[in-house]
Nanobody, 119 residues
């Protein structure tokens, strides 16, 4: 059974930092590219960051470039999203997604973790 479990969300003040974690189980982690998406209230999910299965290719949404960093630890089957200089407009539910090398869309999703940026 495949599971993606996010953690690390919470309430933070503008300008602050948070690190989201996503623990994967039930998959051969090294075969999956990993992404973070976020969903604003009443909106569709949008891609925040993606890291390839080997870690060599990384891309970010323009809105988070220079502020967010995605990384993965294949030994621990974990993917992280380090978020810095947070803004109120970053407030959303953040989801972890696993996409197999041969897939064109996410194969598995986590349950999401709420990030709220507010003073």
């Amino acid at each position: 059974q495949v599971q993606l479990v996010e953690s690390g969300g919470g309430l933070v003040q503008p300008g602050g930092s948070l690190r989201l974690s996503c623990a994967a189980s039930g998959v051969i982690f090294s075969l999956y590219g990993m992404s973070w998406y976020r969903q604003f209230s009443g909106k569709e999910r949008e891609l925040v960051a993606h890291i390839s299965s080997g870690g060599g290719n990384i891309n970010y949404a323009d809105s988070v470039k220079g502020r967010f960093t995605i990384s993965r630890d294949t030994a621990k089957d974990m993917v992280y999203l380090q978020m810095s200089s947070l803004k109120p407009e970053d407030t959303a539910v953040y989801f972890c997604c696993a996409r197999a090398r041969w897939s064109t869309q996410c194969d598995y999703w986590g349950q999401g973790t709420q990030v709220t940026v507010s003073s």
